[in-house]
C-alpha cells in the first residue's frame, strides 16, 4: 500500500465516522430537534409529518451513506468503482446542494459548510484515488 492509499483510506474512513451519528436523529425525540432548530437561529421548527420525515429520513441516509464509505475504505483497489461513483456523485451534489441553499436562504455558516464542503471533499477523494493509482507498480512487477 503506498502513502496516497493510506491518505485515501483515512479520508474515507473519517468521512465515514463523521456520518454515522446522524442516526441519532432518526430516534431524536421532536422537541430536540425544534431545540436544536432554534439554537442555529432557523427560526421554529415546522410542524407536520413531512418535515419529520424528512428530516429523519435524510438523517436515515447519512448515516447508511457513512457505513458505505466506512465499509469501502477498507479495501480502496476493490472498490475503486464505487468510490470514484461516490466522489462524482458528491461533486455533483456539492454544486446542486450548494443552490438550493442559497436560493432558500439558509443561513451562511450552513451554506457555505455544506455544498462547498462536499465538493472540496470530493475533489479530494478523486485526487487521492488518482494519485494512489498513479503510484501503484506497473502489472508483473513486484516490489
Same mark, same amino acid.
Given at each position: 500500500? +503506498?502513502? =496516497?492509499? $493510506?491518505?485515501?483510506?483515512?479520508?474515507?474512513?473519517?468521512?465515514?465516522?463523521? &456520518?454515522?451519528?446522524?442516526?441519532? @436523529?432518526?430516534?431524536?425525540?421532536?422537541?430536540?430537534?425544534?431545540?436544536?432548530? &432554534? =439554537?442555529?437561529?432557523?427560526? %421554529?421548527?415546522? &410542524?407536520? !409529518?413531512?418535515?419529520?420525515?424528512?428530516?429523519? /429520513?435524510?438523517? &436515515? #441516509?447519512?448515516?447508511?451513506?457513512?457505513?458505505?464509505? *466506512?465499509?469501502?475504505? #477498507?479495501?480502496?483497489?476493490?472498490?475503486? %468503482?464505487?468510490?470514484?461513483?461516490?466522489?462524482?456523485? /458528491?461533486?455533483? #451534489?456539492?454544486?446542486?446542494?450548494?443552490?438550493?441553499? *442559497?436560493?432558500? /436562504? *439558509?443561513?451562511?455558516? =450552513?451554506?457555505? /459548510?455544506?455544498?462547498?464542503? $462536499?465538493?472540496?471533499?470530493?475533489?479530494?477523494?478523486?485526487?487521492? %484515488?488518482?494519485?494512489?493509482?498513479?503510484?501503484?507498480? !506497473? @502489472?508483473? +512487477?513486484?516490489?
Amino acid at each position: 500500500m +503506498n502513502r =496516497w492509499e $493510506t491518505w485515501l483510506r483515512l479520508v474515507l474512513r473519517i468521512t465515514g465516522i463523521v &456520518a454515522l451519528p446522524a442516526i441519532v @436523529a432518526v430516534f431524536m425525540p421532536r422537541e430536540w430537534m425544534a431545540a436544536i432548530h &432554534a =439554537w442555529l437561529g432557523l427560526g %421554529q421548527f415546522p &410542524a407536520g !409529518p413531512i418535515v419529520e420525515y424528512l428530516a429523519r /429520513g435524510l438523517s &436515515a #441516509f447519512y448515516a447508511m451513506l457513512g457505513g458505505l464509505v *466506512l465499509l469501502v475504505s #477498507f479495501d480502496v483497489r476493490r472498490h475503486e %468503482q464505487v468510490i470514484r461513483y461516490l466522489a462524482v456523485v /458528491g461533486l455533483v #451534489f456539492g454544486v446542486v446542494i450548494f443552490a438550493i441553499d *442559497l436560493l432558500i /436562504g *439558509l443561513p451562511l455558516f =450552513w451554506t457555505v /459548510g455544506e455544498g462547498p464542503a $462536499t465538493v472540496a471533499l470530493s475533489a479530494a477523494i478523486l485526487i487521492l %484515488q488518482w494519485r494512489a493509482k498513479a503510484a501503484e507498480p !506497473p @502489472a508483473g +512487477n513486484s516490489r
